[in-house]
């Protein structure tokens, strides 16, 4: 099992109709390639989490990274993972507004972290990997329709 989280940045923004449209194709390829995660789009700026094998998860993170709806690629982890997190969800979507208080609040501290990954590597930095793994385990209990 692997698991790859990565931000980037929108080409331009994208409305409501242009994101459902991502979200089918995702849903689509990764139900064909046995990939789950989730999408967090806001103002721009996508998070996103792949988990699956890891030759499938790097072929849909090559795919992604060729897609010209996103540009400025961060990666916050690439790591070996004992079990999936969103095994439920071949792309789980969750609008920012419908995070709580505290999931908003480390979505917007990694994002701003990743924005410095330019001089330190988000994966090496501790404060930004304590924020990400408290803001994946605040999705443990996610319900959603798909």
Same mark, same amino acid.
């Given at each position: 099992?692997?698991?790859?989280?990565?931000? #980037?940045?929108?080409?331009?923004?994208? !409305?409501?109709?242009?994101?459902?449209? $991502?979200?089918?194709?995702?849903?689509?390829?990764?139900?064909?390639?046995?990939? #789950?995660?989730?999408?967090?789009?806001? *103002?721009? /700026?996508?998070?996103?989490?792949?988990?699956?094998?890891? *030759?499938?998860? *790097?072929?849909?993170?090559?795919?992604? /990274?060729?897609?010209?709806?996103?540009?400025?690629?961060?990666?916050?982890?690439?790591?070996?993972?004992? #079990?999936?997190?969103? #095994?439920?969800?071949?792309?789980?979507?969750?609008?920012?507004?419908?995070?709580?208080?505290?999931?908003? !609040?480390?979505?917007?501290? $990694?994002?701003? $972290?990743?924005?410095?990954?330019?001089?330190?590597?988000?994966?090496?930095?501790?404060?930004?990997?304590?924020? $990400?793994?408290?803001?994946?385990?605040?999705?443990?209990?996610?319900?959603?329709?798909?």
């Amino acid at each position: 099992m692997h698991r790859l989280i990565y931000t #980037s940045t929108a080409t331009r923004l994208l !409305k409501e109709d242009d994101l459902f449209e $991502l979200l089918d194709s995702a849903r689509a390829q990764n139900s064909a390639e046995h990939i #789950s995660g989730i999408l967090i789009y806001h *103002e721009g /700026c996508f998070f996103q989490v792949l988990e699956g094998d890891k *030759e499938a998860v *790097e072929h849909c993170y090559e795919r992604i /990274c060729r897609d010209g709806r996103h540009t400025n690629f961060i990666q916050l982890a690439n790591e070996a993972a004992i #079990s999936r997190m969103f #095994s439920d969800w071949w792309m789980a979507y969750r609008q920012f507004v419908d995070l709580g208080q505290f999931q908003q !609040k480390q979505f917007i501290e $990694l994002r701003d $972290l990743a924005k410095t990954a330019m001089r330190m590597p988000v994966v090496d930095n501790l404060k930004a990997n304590a924020i $990400l793994r408290a803001f994946l385990y605040s999705f443990r209990d996610l319900q959603l329709a798909s």
